[in-house]
């Protein structure tokens, strides 16, 4: 998975060094040449010196070959600027902005850019809306005879509805998130790609539930 993280402040610093001591590509972009020699010979990640908007240091980056980017400057403006330029021009699928403005979250929200506010804010956070896998456990209830699990709806399934991934008394919908909004659907629902959803799955039905989403073992 390849990253971008514009901004390496404090927390942009800490999320390089996390995703990279994961195995992930990770090309840190900052305007300042010291913010990034700071992360220091353990970072064997990538490192850009330039404005985070600009297109050519975007492009430098490897912006067109990117799976996520982190937007996570000190100015709202510049974060909304790189994240719209990432998700509308390059189409990377994973774009998270930090806002600190949370008046503005709506005018993220119409440009389909996932965002986070400072209270929220973290490292963790931050990988997990990022990294988490196609199916993933979030909760277990009981002895573990129920889970709560999250996936992605992969392209494949774009137009189905919800009833095509129920199965009475083993798999059900119970919430799905579309960009910054999150919704309890009808069996109805139509899925597009990019949602997500969380399903309870009797922990019998794992299998089953797997194969609706097309993943394999």
Sequence with gaps: MNVIVVGVGFMGAGLVRRLSRQGFDVCAVDRDRSALDALGAGFDGRRVCGVGFDRDVLEEAGIDRASALVSCMGSDEANIVVAHVARSTFRVPRVVARLHDLSLAETYRRLDIQTISP???????????????????????????????????????????????????????????????????????????????????????????????????
């Design 119 to 217: 209270s929220a804010w973290g490292i963790s956070r931050v990988c997990e809306l990022l990294t988490f896998q196609q199916l993933d456990g979030v909760y277990e209830v009981g002895a573990g005879e129920v889970r709560i699990v999250r996936a992605d709806v992969p392209a494949l399934l774009a137009g189905s509805t919800v009833r095509e991934l129920t199965a009475l008394g083993e798999v059900q919908i119970v919430s799905v998130s579309r960009g910054n909004e999150t919704f309890i659907p009808t069996q109805g629902t139509v899925l597009a790609d990019g949602d997500i959803v969380y399903a309870a799955v009797a922990a019998s039905a794992s299998r089953k539930f797997k194969q609706m989403l097309g993943i394999g073992e």
